[in-house]
């Protein structure tokens, strides 16, 4: 009787196992999509944005001797 309950605690856990990988396929999916709705120019005026940010924090450490 025991071995049943095992197999069976064995099946929910591989039955949770699953359900998770597809949920994160959707979530996967769901960010690809926004991601290639943006146009060239959009994606260059976000990429020009994070630079500056980048470019300024950067700064005041490479004063450094």
Known sequence: MRM???MRWWKV????????V??????IA????RRRTYTPEEVRDRLRERH????????PADDRP
């Open 4 to 6: 049943r309950q095992r």
């Open 13 to 20: 856990l591989g039955l949770a196992g699953l359900a998770g």
């Open 22 to 27: 597809a949920a994160s396929g959707v979530v």
């Open 30 to 33: 769901r960010a690809e999509r």
């Open 52 to 59: 500056a940010k980048a470019a300024g924090a950067a700064t």
